[in-house]
């Protein structure tokens, strides 16, 4: 692979039980990070985590709830206990999997109030925690995860699709505020990819939208990782606050 200029980096990916963050955690380790992968799912962590060494990584899993600001800052310190310090955070963790699709008029209200919990202060939460470590390390990157749903305004989702669009506009926030510590913001907003959780969304998962993509066909977890490692590497040494859709140009061309 070639060198990103992240051997050695520091890495935190949350929601890396599986799906895409499973990926993210790969990639990172693939391209020499050392990576600790956090999820509320300790066997899927501890999966990951194995996965990473069995190719030679480096990888520690640290169990996290991200809406509880106590587990978060817990995992700071296991994070500085284990590596030292963070370099860079993936906040990827989100509820996602098992969302039923309904009119916005038909949401229960507890629901709405768990998606925002995870998927919006969820981010809040796990960036306020490692942010002190990415100033101690002279500066950092921060890649949310959003989705490309934000702008298609994808119908019967309305709680999920204005959490992912609260990540774009909390990234965009928290970059103008960050810009002086030299730790960057940025989002990945991916098109609908298979995964475990979005393969449960639908049955015909597999064609799902894939005639609408100027690339025609299914995206993989592995299509959003370049992006990642793109946003997280000096080679966007310039690049805050914005947004990379990565759908295959299902969107807008
Ligand atoms: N798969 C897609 O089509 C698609 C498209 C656009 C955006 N996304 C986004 O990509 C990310 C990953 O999606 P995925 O398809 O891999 O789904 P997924 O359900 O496999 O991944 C989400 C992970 O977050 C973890 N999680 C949930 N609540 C948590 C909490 N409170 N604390 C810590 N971890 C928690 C889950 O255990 C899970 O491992 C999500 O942010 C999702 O919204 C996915």
């Not at 999920?160 to 730790?183: C, Q, W």
Request: aromatic share 6%; with cysteine.
């Amino acid at each position: 692979m070639t060198d990103l200029g992240l051997q050695g980096k520091r890495v935190v990916v949350t929601g890396a039980a599986g799906g895409l963050g499973r990926g993210f955690a790969l990639g990172f380790a693939e391209a020499g990070a050392r990576v600790i992968v956090a999820d509320i799912n300790p066997d899927g962590i501890a999966e990951t985590a194995q996965m990473i060494r069995d190719a030679g990584g480096v990888a520690e899993p640290v169990t996290v709830d991200v809406t509880s600001a106590a587990s978060c800052t817990a995992l700071a310190e296991a994070a500085a206990g284990a590596f030292g310090g963070i370099d860079i955070l993936v906040n990827n963790a989100a509820i996602y999997a098992g969302l039923e699709r309904r009119s916005f008029e038909d949401i229960d209200e507890a629901v709405f109030d768990k998606v925002m919990a995870v998927n919006v202060k969820g981010v809040w939460q796990m960036s306020r925690a490692l942010t002190p470590l990415m100033r101690q390390a002279g500066g950092g990157a921060i890649v949310n995860v959003a989705s490309a749903t934000v702008f298609s305004g994808s119908p019967q989702w309305m709680h999920y699709v204005a959490s992912k669009g609260a990540v774009i506009a909390m990234t965009r926030s928290m970059a103008r505020e960050l810009g002086d510590d030299k730790i960057r913001v940025n989002v990945i907003a991916p098109g609908f990819t298979l995964t475990e959780a979005s393969l449960g969304l639908m049955e015909d998962a597999a064609s799902y939208g894939v005639s609408r993509g100027a690339l025609k066909r299914a995206s993989e977890p592995a299509d959003m990782v370049g992006g990642a490692l793109y946003l997280a590497s000096d080679l966007a040494g310039f690049v805050t606050g914005q947004t990379l859709i990565i759908d295959g140009g299902r969107q807008f061309i």
